[in-house]
């Protein structure tokens, strides 16, 4: 089953953690990306990647960070410098590195206790 | 910077009718506009895409586009409750590497 999986569903970050939300994709897309999602709000670009071992910032970029080793994988870390990271977040793929259409994984909710 | 607009809604519309949803965008030069639906708490979902060269039907949808005064719509025939959702519209960023977004419009259909 190809397809774009994320994980963890829910996530709690106490004060000052890192904590990094996974995403991986068996598509064979060349470009991943992160976006973030508050209520009401549309979606915003944090960071992109339009090939392996490199990445660009997107709208939103202060207090992530991204890698990305493999084509498969593209792993978020929001550090302890995103003073308001309660949102919904989503990772999202493309086929080629100038991707237009896009195919989102089913996103992990991150909440700070 | 590109930007997308969209009226948030909700537009209610009653079972069987034809909902009509509108997004304006700034560039003119666009070429490419997407249509994602979003379920509450779910992620997006593609329904459809158009280029700049013409409209496009599939099933219960259409996509319209208006160059002269730069808005593109989507139309959903025969409503269903099941369409109640969040409609976002999207094109691609100066450089064509990602897509900006409206915030999306709430459509609730009524049984």
């Known amino acids: 089953d190809g397809g774009i999986t994320q994980s963890p569903k829910y996530l709690f970050r106490k004060e000052g953690q890192n904590v990094t939300l996974s995403c991986e994709q068996n598509?064979?897309?060349?470009?991943m990306y992160w976006y973030r999602q508050d209520p009401g709000q549309g979606l915003r670009l944090i960071y992109y990647?339009?090939?392996?071992?490199?990445?660009q910032k997107g709208d939103i970029a202060e207090g992530y960070s991204v890698s990305r080793e493999k084509k498969e994988s593209f792993p978020l870390t929001v550090t302890s410098a995103q003073k308001n990271p309660t949102a919904f977040y989503l990772c999202?793929?493309?086929?080629?590195?100038?991707?237009?259409?896009?195919?989102f994984g089913p996103g992990t909710r991150l909440l700070v206790l | 910077q590109k930007e997308v607009e969209q009226n948030s809604g909700p537009l209610s519309v009653p079972e069987g009718a034809i909902a009509s949803l509108n997004c304006t965008y700034s560039?003119?030069?666009?070429?490419?506009f997407f249509w994602y639906r979003q379920y509450s708490g779910k992620s997006p979902e593609l329904i459809m895409f158009?280029?700049?060269?013409g409209d496009k039907e599939d099933g219960r949808f259409t996509a319209q586009l208006n160059k002269a005064s730069q808005y593109v719509s989507l139309l959903i025939r025969d409503s269903q409750p099941s369409d109640s959702a969040t409609y976002l519209c999207?094109?691609?960023?100066?450089?064509?590497?990602?897509?900006?977004f409206g915030k999306g419009t709430t459509l609730s259909v009524s049984s």
């Open positions: 560039d003119r030069g666009s070429q490419s």
């Open positions: 598509l064979n897309h060349d470009a």
């Open positions: 999207a094109v691609p960023n100066q450089a064509g590497t990602a897509l900006i």
């Open positions: 158009i280029y700049s060269n």
């Open positions: 999202a793929s493309s086929i080629g590195q100038y991707g237009e259409t896009q195919y």
């Open positions: 990647s339009q090939i392996v071992n490199d990445f």
